[in-house]
């Protein structure tokens, strides 16, 4: 094996850089907007989150002070922090794996089911506000259609305080969420499993494939690791990214923090109180969680089939 | 030996493999119990919007409607046009930073996601890898940080701080490449740079009547995630704000705008349902190539 030396490899590089000189261009217009708008937020919420930084002053540098404050001082942010933690463990293991068993079981229908099914699957992910209606089947009073359904089965003589009572508010966040789980993850396991060669499966019933787990196992789940990836990638972006649900239900910041997510700390550092270095530190938290996250799962996924 | 393996085959092309009618009683059953639970909230939001006053308050909750009627509807359009600010004006803002935000994104994405499946340039494998792990990153996640460049560009309070960080979504540009290397054969293209085509023709007269397909699903996804922005934190003028933000304050209007509240959510819901309905198919077949591989 002949190694080649870095300034060769540099060179090497140059010349090629330098004859296909028109792809930078083509690259150009969404690459600036890229850099702008998505590199450059990690980027600055690393560094400002180093930061003492108003919007209004130069920023001042203060070390480590802000991760100090987030992790020591900020009981609040270890709320958020636990809550976030708890709806990614239990909405995006729930979630990603109800897309799965969901997509394959629609799978074996035929085409018109099928549509429909994806159709009423997919529905809550994209509805806009319409998860507001939750707040009309969780209400307090006798009129929300769990206490109703609760009330006359005789399970209960008095309607249960779902939306005020702290015990039930990051459950509740946990259903919605759950319901409007089956996204852009569930579409790719849909279409990917259309496309899988039907004579994979016939060679493995040869080989001695007994039933439609083994099947699933050994053949189709192996066969759509790059869905199942892009899956994972869909599911930490939309658990990680919780905070809009518990607004909208319990409004912000919900009672004793308790459906208080990082998102909403977040939002509440950077758009009411304007302490921006402290909010950068907390986005940067976030990026490395999703982060730490996605390798996790990457490596979970490469077992699959052994 | 043979003969039964042959048989074996035969029983698989008829009735798909390793299946029990059983089994696929079981997983329908499932499903359909899976299906209530998705579709029910959202049949309550329908029949909701529908109902008169004495229905929405009536004891026990109904989940249909009995004598269905549009007042909510004409009270919604008749507390909008009380506004100070037509509520035309706010379709606008979302119909044009909708328009503006996926035209760019289109061909933006498709030059990028061109270049990055079909030639071969130093960089490149580092400026996908980022656009992957940037999937992660969306829009609420980088708000704040975003909101400081958006400061320093002098771009808060203006269309500009909607439809730019839109048109960079890093889903356009993954979805596009992934569709270009399943649909584009470079044969073709290499015919073309035979017969002297430049650079910028082969993209615009080849690659692009191509990947049509793939800007349905593209127009599709920006619409629904500017449907569902209310432009907070960027916009302060109420004249740049989106219909969802006119929307979002008749639902905050308590108890006495319920019947309008309802028909707020019908009409959020809506749009996204009815896109997604007629286009489904070519969404599916766009999300085919939409693995990540390594």
């Known amino acids: 094996m002949n190694k080649i030396s870095l300034g060769e490899k540099i060179r090497y590089n140059l010349r090629l850089a330098k004859k296909n000189y028109d792809c930078y261009l083509f690259l150009l217009p969404f690459g600036i907007l890229f850099a702008a708008f998505v590199v450059m937020p990690v980027a600055i919420s690393i560094f400002f989150g180093f930061t003492d930084f108003n919007l209004l002053e130069m920023p001042e540098l203060v070390g480590l002070k802000n991760y100090q404050k987030l992790f020591v001082d900020d009981e609040i942010f270890t709320i958020a922090f636990r809550n976030t933690i708890i709806i990614a463990l239990v909405v995006g293991p729930i979630g990603y794996l109800a897309s799965l068993l969901i997509a394959w079981q629609i799978n074996e229908l035929n085409n018109v089911l099928r549509a429909v099914m994806v159709t009423i699957m997919y529905a809550p992910s994209i509805s806009g506000g319409a998860y507001t209606i939750w707040q009309y089947i969780f209400s307090n009073d006798s009129y929300g259609y769990i206490n109703s359904v609760l009330i006359s089965l005789g399970v209960i003589k008095k309607p249960v305080q779902f939306l005020s009572d702290t015990e039930w508010m990051l459950p509740i966040v946990i259903i919605v969420m759950i319901w409007m789980s089956l996204g852009a993850g569930f579409l790719s396991f849909v279409a990917g499993l259309k496309t899988i060669d039907k004579s994979f499966y016939e060679a493995g019933y040869i080989e001695g494939i007994k039933s439609r787990w083994q099947e699933l196992w050994f053949i189709t789940l192996p066969t759509m690791k790059p869905q199942l990836m892009f899956g994972a990638v869909m599911s930490i972006t939309a658990t990680f990214s919780a905070g809009a649900v518990g607004t909208q239900l319990f409004g912000s910041p919900s009672t004793d923090y308790a459906a208080h997510t990082i998102i909403n700390h977040l939002e509440d550092y950077g758009n009411t109180r304007f302490e921006m270095g402290y909010a950068c530190a907390i986005a940067t938290v976030l990026f490395a969680l999703m982060i730490i996250c996605n390798e996790l799962i990457k490596r979970l996924l490469n077992r699959v089939g052994t | ?294």
């Open chain 2, 1 to 294: 030996m043979k003969k039964t393996t042959e048989k074996k085959v035969k029983r698989i092309s008829r009735a798909g493999l390793a299946r029990s009618v059983g089994g696929n009683a079981v997983n329908f059953i499932f499903l359909c119990i899976i299906a209530a639970f998705m579709a029910l909230p959202l049949l309550y939001v329908i029949s909701n919007a529908f109902k008169p006053m004495d229905e929405i308050f009536v004891y026990p909750p109904r989940l249909y409607v009995i004598n269905p009627t549009l007042s909510n509807f004409k009270n919604l359009s008749s507390l909008m046009s009380q506004s100070w600010i037509p509520f035309s004006r706010y379709i606008f803002n979302s119909v044009f930073v909708t328009a503006i935000s996926t035209f760019l994104q289109i061909i933006f994405a498709s030059m990028a996601a061109y270049v990055l499946e079909k030639r071969e340039f130093p960089g490149k494998r580092i400026f996908f890898g980022t656009v992957v792990i940037s999937l992660m990153f969306t829009a609420t996640v980088t708000a704040i940080p975003n909101y400081i460049i958006m400061n320093s560009l002098n771009m808060v309070n203006t269309y500009f701080a909607l439809i730019l960080p839109a048109a960079a979504s890093s889903m356009g540009l993954y979805l596009m490449k992934q569709f270009i290397a399943t649909s584009v054969p470079t044969v073709i293209l290499e015919a073309a740079r035979v017969d002297g085509a430049s650079e910028m023709r082969i993209f615009w007269q080849i690659v692009m009547p191509l990947v049509k397909p793939a800007w349905l699903t593209l127009i599709i996804f920006s619409f629904q995630s500017i449907w569902s922005t209310t432009g907070n934190g960027y916009i302060y003028t109420e004249t740049l704000k989106p219909l969802n933000y006119a929307l979002s304050q008749v639902v905050s209007g308590g108890v006495a705008r319920t019947g309008s509240a309802a028909a707020v959510a019908f009409i959020m819901l809506l749009p996204p349902l009815v896109v997604f309905i007629v286009s489904q198919s070519n969404i599916l077949n766009t999300m085919a190539s939409s693995g990540i591989k390594e």
